[in-house]
């Protein structure tokens, strides 16, 4: 009988660390499973930076300070804070403004004004979203065509804008290469006036010294 219940009670003690392992094994899984996607990086500028000029770059942005002059971001999203002051020109693939938004807004996809977004400017987008509550002041224009022709003539001015500086930086080595030529020329010149005008000098010299 001692023998029986033994047995009996180390069948249960396994039957037990079987349902723990299971248990720890489906815990370990669900874990995993459950374990978040890593999430889309996003460079952010703080509340308390503020930028003056041309703000270019090659990922997507999000803007909680103040920036004045102009954004392009052509290939990637940007999005305005409800703490953002952007005081610019912004040319992206999709714009959400949730903040303060004074200039023009290109967007190549889309762009969304948000509830608490205050905007004075002109919006240019294939699809514009406007929240109930948002504050704007400007013109919208949806027309694809437009859209293209906005971005591809800022573009376009850019090259044109970098381009007319490098031909006045060739013009300007022109100048000076031909400054020094027309130096040389004028010393060239007058060392020759120099020899031509003691010639006869030096020759009634002689011709007073040989005798007759």
Known sequence: ??????????????????????????????SAGSAPARSHEVAVIGRSIRIDGDLQGEEDLRIEGDVNGTVQLRNNTLTIGQEGKIRANVYAKSVTVDGLM?????????????????VRGN????????????????????????????????????????????????????????????DSGKANGASQGASAAGAPAGAK???SKDPV
């Open 123 to 182: 919006i240019t987008a294939p699809r514009v979203s406007l929240e109930d509550g948002a504050r704007f002041k400007g013109s919208i224009e949806m027309d694809p065509q437009a859209v293209e022709a906005a971005l591809g003539s800022t573009t376009s001015k850019a090259a044109a804008h970098k381009g007319a500086r490098g031909g006045q930086n060739d013009a300007k080595g022109v100048n000076k290469s031909g400054g020094a030529k027309a």
């Open 102 to 118: 004074e200039g023009d807004l290109f967007g190549s996809e889309r762009v969304s004004i948000r509830g608490n977004a205050q």
């Open 1 to 30: 009988m001692f023998e029986r219940s033994k047995k009996e009670g180390s069948d249960r003690q396994d039957e037990w660390s079987r349902q723990e392992t299971q248990s720890a094994s489906g815990s370990t899984a669900t």
């Open 205 to 207: 010299a002689a011709a």
